[in-house]
């Protein structure tokens, strides 16, 4: 029944999709009322039998680019002209340049880490199918307790391969545990060893780069941290993250109760891999990317140009 189902999903949506015809049209051609070819529709979406990507206009800002890899001697760089969109339409958008990067880059041995967060999530969404790589996805930090599935858990690392058509590999564990036992006990498990392993082979990193105001964290959100946990972070100086690893505007990593907790990859592991790429945007994360920067827990950056002329700014020396 569900291979029926499916078949009469798709042959509504070929005929409006490819072949242009009305629902009325459908509904005449299959007997069933136009509201039911409208969920019919909505179905085949939902359930992914039919996908639609749309490609923005991704203008970008050279200059910028050039800057910004100059001074802090990136492997590359990538700066959308956002043109006053609104945040969550700027993300999408860097989205898209993110997944472009993927598909000129990746090959058929590639290994691809990953984190997680709403930034990875659009550039997985903006991916275009690509056959036959045999790219294998892995996650680089844990998540198998997070509220949101789709963006920072297991299902991230699935979207990439699903796209890429490759393999991935999910890292059976929270992100936080409450005891550094805990911590070292799963850091020991043979499966997490594995998977950790295949991350610090990574040829490629897709990060995305974290803050800690609460309003925007993506580990607020998540549940790994509270707001108060987020605001105490903030209040010792703290400006950010990347995989979990909190640093200050002068990319000095934090020694935080959190880094004994925390199930991933290390900072010099990470440090170690040859392309590491930030995706983030909005002026709001500059001093967050700034210090990911200076940590050199990046080396590539995917931004929009009101970030990246702030992260110039606050780079610059203070005048005596």
């Not at 499916?6 to 999709?17: F, I, P, Q, S, T």
């Not at 920072?152 to 890292?171: E, H, K, M, N, S």
Request: proline share 3%.
């Amino acid at each position: 029944m569900t291979e029926n189902r499916d078949e009469l999903l798709a042959r509504v949506a070929g005929l409006y999709y490819e072949d242009g015809w009305t629902q009325e049209q459908i509904s005449a051609r299959l007997g069933y009322s136009r509201s039911s070819i409208s969920r019919l529709l909505t179905e085949a979406r939902r359930s992914g039998i039919v996908e639609i990507h749309v490609h923005y206009p991704l203008e970008r800002v050279p200059g910028l680019e050039q800057r910004l890899q100059s001074q802090f001697d990136l492997h590359g760089a990538r700066v959308l002209r956002s043109q006053g969109l609104a945040y969550a339409e700027m993300l999408r958008r860097l989205g898209n340049l993110g997944a472009r990067w993927l598909e000129e880059n990746l090959t058929g041995s590639s290994i691809l880490g990953i984190s997680w967060g709403t930034a990875l999530y659009e550039v997985a969404s903006a991916l275009r199918p690509v056959p036959g790589t045999g790219v294998r996805v892995v996650q680089m930090i844990g998540s198998a307790t997070s509220r949101d599935h789709e963006v920072d858990g297991p299902g991230l690392a699935r979207a990439f391969a699903r796209r890429l058509d490759g393999q991935y590999y999910t890292l059976p564990a929270p992100w936080l545990v409450n005891d550094c036992r805990v911590r070292a006990a799963l850091m020991e498990d043979r499966r997490i060893r594995e998977i950790l392993d295949l991350a610090a082979q990574a040829d490629m990193a897709l990060v995305g780069i974290g803050v800690t105001d609460s309003a925007l964290s993506s580990m607020v959100r998540a549940g790994y941290l509270s707001v108060e946990q987020a605001g105490a972070l903030k209040s010792l100086g703290a400006v950010g993250d990347v995989c979990g690893h909190h640093f200050d505007l002068q990319g000095g990593l934090m020694d935080i109760p959190q880094a004994g907790y925390a199930i991933g990859i290390g900072a010099e592991v990470l440090r170690g891999l040859p392309c590491v790429i930030g995706v983030a945007g909005g002026e709001a994360k500059a001093p967050a990317i700034l210090g990911a920067l200076r940590a050199r827990l990046v080396n590539a950056l995917i931004t929009d140009d009101l970030a990246a002329r702030q992260v110039l700014e606050l780079s610059q020396p203070l005048e005596a």
